[in-house]
Each structure stands twice: as structure tokens, then as C-alpha cells.
């Protein structure tokens, strides 16, 4: 159990507070490119750590990130006319640039030189994989901008969902790091149409109680879940957890490869990111549907919304005949709807000074000392882990093996499977 105070540092990540000053240390994902899809486009609200923000793309193309009040009486610039390179309100006419410079002050006498004197709060944005990401910290300590594989690969190769889950961020990261739940929460989900040629299923179903090995990186955690097989070997699932609340998640055989990110858009709520991707091929139109669907990690939406379709106000979907039957363990449909569902049933922000944790849990605990320490060290001024970008060129696997296998052991065989890609699309391994 956590004690109250720890609570709270690990789930309040506003401005000024230990965790939300570690955030701020990072590039974070804040909407899909295509929000924006053309120059002088309709802005968009944005929510993040706890900050209400509008972003624009102006008439060059660029995309812009502004306090979503105007610094002249407060009036929301969601409301404003994005026109000649700016952002205009519509209560005064003041317009600024994507770097909230005023570029227009009309209200004003034309000699008056007050439009130099103020600027919109703004937060530098890039485009990358198809999403805009942006850094809400100090200048000095901008590092560069994000690297993972999925924002290298075509936009053919790759399919990117988000939605929103009014609970903490902890709690979905926490979600995505436990590989022990695999056995029970999503018995009989695996379907052959989402896991073709996988045996992993196979193997989660034989092995219940994985053991737990991890190791440091620079980009966060290496979490490595064994699980014994009765041949003598072992199946085992290398989940990586890039900080502060990335996660990449373990293939099954070739299928396509999975990234979660689940970003603060305030305390009691979180934007969760899914990206697939097949680093050598495009994905299919059938695979692109049937992740869409909701049967794997991405989750089936409310059309035009950001609302899955499975959630609390109409229990999830679940249906207990067919839960009664074993043919699924929770009743509910689909992987990532299952993952929302018991999130999100721990309520808004989990009381932690209540649980009991066991050894299944060695990656939750260890996941939250790097939070804590993490926080720490920023306000100390040191570099946080996994905020350099060189830092996310990695991936995770899933593989049989011996039951034995040391970290090089796995590291060799991840070097292996980026190598096998990599001679696949003719590119040289760096």
C-alpha cells in the first residue's frame, strides 16, 4: 500500500506540483495531426496537465499551442478567427502568432506600441507519426523531439486511435505494465482473426503466476514477465516502459507491434493513446478495420466522439451469459475494452493506501519509485530518464526461450528481431 502523501505526488500533475514538473520535462502527445488537417482551419481545444489550451494551424502550415484565454479580458480564443497567419479574438480583434506574439492589437490607437508589450502564453509544438506533440516545460530544457519507430515508419504502416477515460493516468499506466492479468482478464479474447499464428495465448493460458525480472534503461524500465512452460522452457514478454507513461506492449508472432501513451489531460482525467504499426509492410484495410473494431488495443468509439462505445454508464458492454458460458472470462468485448473497464472501476484517482500487493506486482511498484525519484531528480535539475529521444529506438518482444535467459540473453534476441525488419525493407541496422 502507498500512504496518502505518496498518493498524491504520484497522481496530481498540475503546474508546480512534483509530478507535473517532471511531465513538463517531455514531449506529449496533444492530438492527431489530422485534428488540423489544413492551413486557416478551425482551431481545436486541447486539455493537458491540467491547462486549457487551443491549438491552430496558421497559414504557413504551422501548428500553434495558446492558452485558450486571451491575456486582454480572458475570452476564449476557441472562439477566434484563424486568418493571414494568426489567431484572432473575436471580442477585440487582438491576433497572435503561433508563439503568442501579438500581431495585431486594432482596439488600439495605431500609434500605440502596447501589442509589443503582450504576448499569449504559448508551447512549442512538432509533428511527428501523424501526431502533434508538445512541450509545456522550460526552454532551456527542451530536449529534441520524439523518435519512436512508429513516428519513422509511413503513414501506411501505421494506425493511430485515442480516446478519453475519466480516471488518473496512473492507473491505465499501471494497467499496461501488468502482464499477470493477461491470464484471467482477457481469457478467450484472443481471437484467431487478431492473433493469427500466435501461440502466446496458448502459453498465458498454461502459466498463470509469471516471474518478474527487471532492469534499468535509459529510457525508463526493461520489464521482463516469465512464464515456466511444461516442455521446459519458458514463454517470455518483454514489456518496455519509456517514461513518464509510455508503454510498448509485446507483439504476438508477426502481428502488428503496439504503443500506449496515457497523458494527464487534468487529475481525474486521461488521454489514452494506441498506436499499431508493421515496421516492414503496409497494414491492410482488414487489419486497419478489425483493430478499429475494438478487438485488440485499440477500442471501439462513439462516432465523432472520443467516448468508447463500451463504457461505465452502460456497464461496459457486459454480458453475463456470456461470461457464464467461459467462453469470455469478464463478459466483456474486446482486449482493450476489458483494460478500460477495470480501470476505470477503481474510480476516479485508485486509493492505493487500501490495496495489497503481491510479487505479480513487482513492475507497478517499481514503475512508481522511477515516478517519485524521477521527480525528484528534475527539481534537483538533472535530466530525466527517457526524455532524449535517442532513448526511444527500442523495442518490445515476446519469444520462447530458456527458462534461464539472462537480460543479454533478451536483449540479443530484441537486436534480432529489429535486424530481421530492418533486412525486410532493405535498410541498414544503425
Not at 149 to 166: C, D, P
Amino acid at each position: 500500500m502507498l500512504s496518502a502523501e505518496v498518493n498524491r505526488l504520484l497522481t496530481q500533475t498540475g503546474a508546480g506540483t512534483p509530478l507535473g514538473e517532471l511531465f513538463r520535462r517531455y514531449w506529449l502527445p496533444a492530438l492527431r495531426a489530422d485534428e488540423l488537417p489544413v492551413p486557416d482551419c478551425a482551431p481545436v481545444r486541447v486539455r493537458l496537465l491540467g491547462e486549457d489550451l487551443v491549438a491552430f494551424r496558421d497559414t504557413a502550415g504551422r501548428v500553434g499551442l495558446l492558452d485558450e484565454h486571451c491575456p486582454h479580458r480572458r475570452t476564449s480564443l476557441f472562439l477566434g478567427r484563424n486568418e493571414d497567419g494568426g489567431l484572432r479574438c473575436v471580442y477585440h480583434g487582438w491576433k497572435f502568432s503561433v508563439d503568442g506574439k501579438c500581431l495585431d492589437m486594432p482596439s488600439e490607437p495605431a500609434c500605440s506600441t502596447f501589442k509589443d508589450k503582450v504576448r499569449a502564453t504559448s508551447y512549442p509544438c512538432v509533428e511527428r507519426g501523424g501526431v502533434v506533440w508538445a512541450y509545456l516545460g522550460p526552454a532551456a530544457s527542451m530536449p529534441e523531439p520524439p523518435s519512436f519507430e512508429w513516428t519513422l515508419v509511413r503513414a501506411s504502416h501505421r494506425l493511430t486511435t485515442r480516446w478519453l477515460q475519466g480516471v488518473n493516468f496512473l492507473q491505465a499506466l499501471e494497467g499496461a505494465l501488468d502482464s499477470s492479468h493477461l491470464s484471467f482478464l482477457h481469457r478467450g479474447n484472443f481471437a484467431a482473426d487478431y492473433v493469427p499464428d500466435a501461440k502466446g495465448p496458448a502459453y498465458i493460458a498454461e502459466s498463470t503466476a509469471p516471474e518478474f525480472h527487471l532492469d534499468d534503461g535509459d529510457h525508463g524500465l526493461v520489464v521482463a514477465a516469465k512464464r515456466p512452460l511444461s516442455d521446459g522452457t519458458a514463454y517470455w514478454r518483454v514489456t518496455q516502459y519509456v517514461m513518464p507513461t509510455f508503454v510498448l506492449v509485446p507483439p504476438n508472432a508477426r502481428n502488428a507491434r503496439n504503443w500506449l501513451g496515457f497523458v494527464p489531460v487534468d487529475d481525474a482525467t486521461t488521454c489514452c493513446w494506441a498506436v499499431s504499426w508493421q515496421p516492414a509492410q503496409p497494414m491492410s484495410a482488414g487489419e486497419r478495420d478489425r483493430l478499429k473494431s475494438g478487438v485488440g488495443l485499440h477500442l471501439a468509439l462513439i462516432p465523432g466522439t472520443l467516448t468508447p462505445k463500451a463504457n461505465r454508464e452502460n456497464g461496459y458492454l457486459q454480458n453475463r451469459a456470456l461470461q457464464a458460458t467461459g467462453a469470455s472470462f469478464t463478459g466483456i468485448p474486446g482486449v482493450g475494452a476489458q483494460d478500460f473497464a477495470v480501470v476505470d472501476s477503481a474510480g476516479t484517482v485508485c486509493d492505493r493506501t487500501k490495496e495489497r500487493l503481491g510479487t505479480s506486482d513487482r513492475a507497478i511498484i517499481a514503475a512508481r519509485e522511477l515516478l517519485a525519484t524521477s521527480a525528484h531528480d528534475v527539481a534537483r535539475g538533472r535530466v530525466p530518464r527517457g526524455s532524449q529521444p535517442g532513448t526511444h529506438l527500442i523495442r518490445s518482444a515476446s519469444f520462447v526461450g530458456p527458462v534461464e535467459a539472462t537480460h543479454s540473453d533478451r536483449e540479443d534476441l530484441l537486436a534480432f528481431d529489429r535486424d530481421r525488419d530492418l533486412a525486410e525493407t532493405g535498410v541498414s541496422a544503425p
